[in-house]
């Protein structure tokens, strides 16, 4: 049985597996090749620029007449200018994410632009649903980069946003292989967004440093830094305990931009992984080797379906 669920034949995708929108590394080749593997790539686009949103998303039609997805980060200024680039560019699916959907949601519509919202909570998934969203992405504390402050870890936060909403529910947060796949459609999820993963791919514009400390990271790798102001999930290091050591009551996300940034600039220096700013989720134990990014989705699909075939024998 191919693993397909509602929401393929809704956004026109072949497996139920997304890339999340990543800062400045989900670019217009990475989401194509996720695209092109069957699946659904997310353009990230704000760090980019205007300009450089425009180039990407030229060189993503160029290697792609897949659907894809792009990400609009709702606290950005930029938002309302990268909007009127959609058209232009034929986009018909973006995903929302850090910040209240309902100021946009109107306008995405008339544009007849499938929105996707991400949430980290039951209140903050229903208030996307009474904002007419198309659908949901229900990211748990597992997840790399920013998390809620609650801290709900996915296997929980799943469920309980899938009971409460009458619109499809996408599962993301800690999750890179087939058993998490299988395991988010056993709770009622009808897709999964990988973000981790898909760094350790050939594809992903990261240096080789960074795909090196995700192999090498086992299970208890990453954890929640700036708890108090702007909690984000990276690998614990040197540099986690310095940006860690900056959190203070009221610091918003674009505080701790210019100490990411250092991090990130350190990356290529950094060969024994203890200097540099690795955003990742806890997923990384499960990270085992770089590949291409067809070569992962075919992976994830076909674990998914021998484990299907297992829990058929599972049970007496
Ligand atoms: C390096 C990194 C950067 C990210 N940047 C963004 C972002 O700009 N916007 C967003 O909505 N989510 C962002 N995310 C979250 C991903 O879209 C995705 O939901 C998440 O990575 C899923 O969890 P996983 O990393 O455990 O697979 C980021 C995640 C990572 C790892």
Same mark, same amino acid.
């Given at each position: 049985?191919?693993?397909?669920?509602?929401?393929?034949?809704?956004?026109?995708?072949?497996?139920?597996?997304?890339?999340?929108?990543?800062?400045?590394?989900?670019?217009?080749?990475?989401?194509?090749?996720?695209?092109?593997?069957?699946?659904?790539?997310?353009?990230?686009?704000?760090?980019?620029?205007?300009?450089?949103?425009?180039?990407?998303?030229?060189?993503?039609?160029?290697?792609?007449?897949?659907?894809?997805?792009?990400?609009?980060?709702?606290?950005?200024?930029?938002?309302?200018?990268?909007?009127?680039?959609?058209?232009?560019?034929? =986009?018909? %699916?973006?995903?929302?994410? !850090? @910040?209240?959907? +309902?100021?946009?949601? *109107?306008? /995405?519509?008339?544009?007849?632009?499938?929105?996707?919202?991400?949430?980290?909570?039951?209140?903050?998934?229903?208030?996307?649903?009474?904002?007419?969203?198309?659908?949901?992405?229900?990211?748990?504390?597992?997840?790399?980069?920013?998390?809620?402050?609650?801290?709900?870890?996915?296997?929980?936060?799943?469920?309980?946003?899938?009971?409460? =909403?009458? %619109?499809?529910?996408?599962? !993301? @947060?800690?999750? +890179?292989?087939?058993? *998490?796949? /299988?395991?988010?459609?056993?709770?009622?999820?009808?897709?999964?967004?990988?973000?981790?993963?898909?760094?350790?791919?050939?594809?992903?514009?990261?240096?080789?440093?960074?795909?090196?400390?995700?192999?090498?990271?086992?299970?208890?790798?990453?954890?929640?830094?700036?708890?108090?102001?702007?909690?984000?999930?990276?690998?614990?290091?040197?540099?986690?305990?310095?940006?860690?050591?900056?959190?203070?009551?009221?610091?918003?996300?674009?505080?701790?931009?210019?100490?990411?940034?250092?991090?990130?600039?350190?990356?290529?220096?950094?060969?024994?992984?203890?200097?540099?700013?690795?955003?990742?989720?806890?997923?990384?134990?499960?990270?085992?080797?770089?590949?291409?990014?067809?070569?992962?989705?075919?992976?994830?699909?076909?674990?998914?379906?021998?484990?299907?075939?297992?829990?058929?024998?599972?049970?007496?």
């Amino acid at each position: 049985m191919s693993i397909r669920t509602p929401i393929c034949d809704t956004l026109g995708i072949e497996h139920p597996i997304i890339l999340g929108g990543m800062m400045g590394i989900s670019d217009g080749i990475l989401t194509a090749a996720v695209s092109n593997a069957g699946g659904l790539g997310t353009l990230s686009s704000a760090t980019f620029g205007v300009d450089g949103t425009r180039e990407q998303m030229t060189k993503l039609n160029e290697l792609t007449d897949k659907p894809y997805s792009v990400n609009l980060p709702l606290f950005h200024p930029m938002v309302p200018d990268l909007i009127k680039l959609l058209p232009e560019y034929n =986009v018909k %699916i973006v995903t929302t994410s !850090a @910040g209240n959907p +309902a100021k946009y949601v *109107g306008i /995405l519509k008339e544009m007849g632009i499938y929105v996707i919202h991400v949430v980290s909570s039951v209140r903050t998934a229903l208030k996307a649903e009474d904002a007419g969203v198309d659908a949901i992405v229900a990211e748990g504390s597992d997840s790399g980069g920013k998390v809620a402050r609650d801290e709900v870890p996915t296997i929980s936060l799943i469920p309980q946003v899938i009971e409460q =909403v009458n %619109i499809p529910v996408i599962a !993301a @947060g800690g999750m +890179a292989t087939g058993r *998490g796949l /299988l395991a988010s459609l056993a709770m009622g999820a009808q897709a999964v967004q990988l973000g981790t993963r898909f760094i350790a791919s050939d594809e992903a514009p990261v240096h080789q440093n960074w795909k090196q400390v995700l192999i090498d990271s086992g299970d208890s790798a990453t954890a929640i830094a700036c708890k108090t102001s702007s909690p984000t999930r990276l690998v614990k290091n040197e540099f986690f305990d310095e940006l860690d050591a900056l959190d203070e009551p009221g610091k918003t996300a674009m505080d701790f931009m210019p100490k990411q940034n250092e991090g990130s600039m350190r990356i290529p220096d950094d060969s024994d992984g203890s200097r540099g700013n690795y955003i990742a989720g806890t997923g990384t134990g499960l990270v085992r080797e770089v590949k291409p990014v067809a070569d992962i989705v075919r992976e994830i699909i076909e674990e998914a379906e021998a484990g299907m075939a297992v829990m058929r024998q599972a049970f007496v």
